[in-house]
């Protein structure tokens, strides 16, 4: 990578060296630019330590916040409960059955005798048991026709809005990962500066001893090299509260190191070159676009609901009972079926208030729409604009990280040649330490613009495994 490849090629070759001394070439000094995931990690001078951890990917971490986040679980959840509500309306047009028996005790067996007849007729027993089983069946029932239909569009909806949360939280995966990365390179440049400051210091010691630097080089150099700790112990605490909140969303323990995304880890869709296309397709490929314009539908479904209620209802019914006590008539056990019509003609106004409600959530409905389609457009017109922002910094910060291999290389040379002082050797080489680490911090910026640029125009799914009905 451009960054590490300079600061093993160059910073790390930039320490003074005293001819017969031992110097900066005594420290342990990288050959080659090391890749982020097989970076040592000294500690010599900080006294602390990392432990070496597997590499996780950015895809397998993707991956795995897709098979285990719990905050998806819960989103998978709620969408499972959504998938009843096209059950619960049918459950009106379906029979329902109910069954019902009793047993009584009464105080004494009451009986009747009639003239002629051979054998007195109870009329109550001492023990009695009835049963009986009743039957209704829905014919004509006009509220149900919408809300049957609202309740579809409910589950659809149910289901794009857990969809949304699933790329949401995959797109905060994505940009904890990103940022945890780039802390991790970040360490890499500071414990690479320690060692420089290490090597100055030593060096600086070396020629104070010989008489060749004075007492000033000598703490410039130490008060460098502290800071340089403190840099470093900065840094890798910076990069462990990363993991935890990575692995916070992942659900797992912080047993793990990210590796350096390769390229550019996220591509720009060809369609954000143009705003309007972009601005479309964003308003194509949204989730939540699609959510809310259903949610105008549902409103509309139960403005017809209380419209529908104005008209009547017809509904069958059977009753079959029994008992163990004839009676009279000398049967046990009866049955009946016939057709029940109720026509509500007037309520008191509840259900021109209905009306009047109805009428309001459609237009709520309308303006959330409406409110959601200029915030989508203001999120792909920002997030394009940050993007350009972003690439044009970080080809300055790249820029600038050139000038100063070059400055640092001169100075280089100035001082070998006697015309350059030890203290604006080590100013040359700090310039290009900040220019290293503002490189750093550039490369994730346009890494994070392109993630979001996707996420604002609806085309961030990394895995394909939609929550909604395509």
Same mark, same amino acid.
């Given at each position: ?10 910073l ?7 001819t017969g ?9 990288r050959n080659? %630019?090391?890749?982020v995931?097989?970076?040592? #990690?000294?500690s010599?001078? =900080?006294g602390?330590?990392v432990a070496?951890?597997p590499?996780?990917t950015?895809?397998e971490?993707i ?6 986040s719990?905050s998806l ?11 009843e509500?096209?059950n619960?309306?049918?459950s009106?047009?379906?029979? =329902? ?7 009584t ?5 009451l ?5 002629g ?8 027993k001492?023990?009695?048991l009835?049963g009986q089983l009743?039957?209704?069946q829905? &014919?004509?029932?006009?509220? &149900?026709?919408?809300?049957?239909q ?6 659809k909806t149910a289901a794009?809005t ?7 939280i995959?797109?905060? +995966?994505?940009?904890?990962y ?6 991790r390179e970040?360490m890499?440049?500071?414990?690479q500066l320690?060692? +420089?400051?290490q090597?100055?210091?030593r ?9 060749d630097?004075e007492k000033?080089a000598?703490l410039?150099?130490t008060?460098d090299?502290?800071?340089a700790?403190?840099e470093? +112990?900065r840094?890798?605490?910076a990069?462990a =509260?990363?993991?935890s ?5 992942l659900?797992?323990?912080v047993?793990?190191?990210v590796?350096?995304?390769q390229g550019n ?7 954000a *070159?143009?705003?309007?296309?972009a601005e479309k397709?964003?308003?194509?490929q949204?989730? *939540?676009?699609? %959510?809310?314009r259903?949610n105008v *539908? #549902?409103?509309?479904?139960g403005r017809?609901? #209380?419209?529908f ?5 017809l509904?069958a019914?059977?009753?079959a009972s029994?008992t163990?006590?004839?009676g009279l008539?000398?049967q %046990? ?6 057709l029940a019509l109720?026509?509500n003609l007037?309520d008191?106004? $509840?259900?021109?208030a209905? &009306?009047r ?6 237009a709520?409905?309308?303006?959330? $729409? ?5 915030q989508?457009?203001d999120?792909v017109r920002?997030?394009r604009?940050?993007l350009e922002s972003a690439? +044009?910094?970080?080809? =300055?910060?790249e820029?600038?990280?050139k000038?100063? &291999?070059?400055s ?6 100035n001082f *070998?040649?006697g015309v350059?002082?030890y203290?604006q050797v080590?100013? #040359?080489?700090?310039?290009?330490a ?5 490189a750093?911090?550039e490369?994730?910026?346009?890494r ?8 604002a125009?609806?085309l961030?799914?990394p895995?394909?495994?939609?929550l909604?009905?395509?």
């Amino acid at each position: 990578m451009f960054i590490r490849a300079l600061l093993s090629s160059v910073l790390l070759s930039q320490a003074p060296s005293v001819t017969g001394t031992p110097a900066a070439t005594d420290t342990p000094v990288r050959n080659a %630019a090391p890749g982020v995931s097989d970076l040592p #990690v000294p500690s010599s001078s =900080t006294g602390t330590s990392v432990a070496a951890f597997p590499l996780l990917t950015l895809e397998e971490a993707i991956a795995l916040a897709e098979k285990q986040s719990p905050s998806l679980d819960a989103a998978r959840a709620r969408l499972q409960q959504s998938r009843e509500l096209g059950n619960k309306a049918w459950s009106g047009y379906l029979p =329902t059955v109910t069954a019902s028996g009793a047993y009584t005790r009464n105080p004494s067996e009451l009986t009747f005798a009639l003239p002629g007849a051979p054998d007195p007729i109870t009329l109550q027993k001492r023990d009695q048991l009835s049963g009986q089983l009743s039957a209704r069946q829905a &014919l004509l029932v006009p509220t &149900l026709w919408p809300a049957i239909q609202t309740a579809y569009l409910g589950e659809k909806t149910a289901a794009l809005t857990a969809e949304n949360t699933r790329r949401e939280i995959l797109f905060a +995966v994505a940009q904890a990962y990103l940022g945890a990365a780039s802390l991790r390179e970040a360490m890499a440049v500071q414990e690479q500066l320690l060692e +420089v400051r290490q090597g100055f210091e030593r060096d600086a010691q070396a020629r104070f001893e010989a008489g060749d630097a004075e007492k000033l080089a000598v703490l410039r150099a130490t008060l460098d090299r502290k800071q340089a700790e403190q840099e470093v +112990v900065r840094s890798r605490n910076a990069y462990a =509260t990363a993991r935890s909140a990575l692995a916070a969303l992942l659900a797992r323990p912080v047993d793990f190191d990210v590796a350096a995304p390769q390229g550019n880890a996220v591509a720009v869709p060809p369609e954000a *070159d143009d705003a309007a296309v972009a601005e479309k397709t964003a308003l194509d490929q949204r989730p *939540d676009a699609a %959510a809310a314009r259903l949610n105008v *539908d #549902v409103a509309r479904g139960g403005r017809r609901q #209380v419209l529908f209620e104005y008209l009547p209802n017809l509904y069958a019914n059977g009753n079959a009972s029994t008992t163990n006590t004839a009676g009279l008539t000398g049967q %046990a056990s009866t049955w009946t079926v016939g057709l029940a019509l109720s026509w509500n003609l007037f309520d008191g106004g $509840l259900r021109e208030a209905k &009306l009047r409600e109805s009428s309001g959530k459609i237009a709520e409905a309308n303006a959330n $729409l409406r409110g959601l389609e200029e915030q989508i457009r203001d999120d792909v017109r920002k997030a394009r604009s940050e993007l350009e922002s972003a690439e +044009v910094n970080l080809g =300055t910060a790249e820029e600038r990280a050139k000038l100063a &291999l070059e400055s640092a290389r001169l100075a280089k040379q100035n001082f *070998d040649a006697g015309v350059t002082t030890y203290l604006q050797v080590t100013d #040359v080489n700090a310039t290009l330490a900040s220019a290293q680490l503002s490189a750093v911090a550039e490369s994730l910026n346009v890494r994070l613009s392109r993630l979001a640029l996707m996420r604002a125009m609806g085309l961030f799914d990394p895995t394909g495994h939609s929550l909604a009905p395509r």
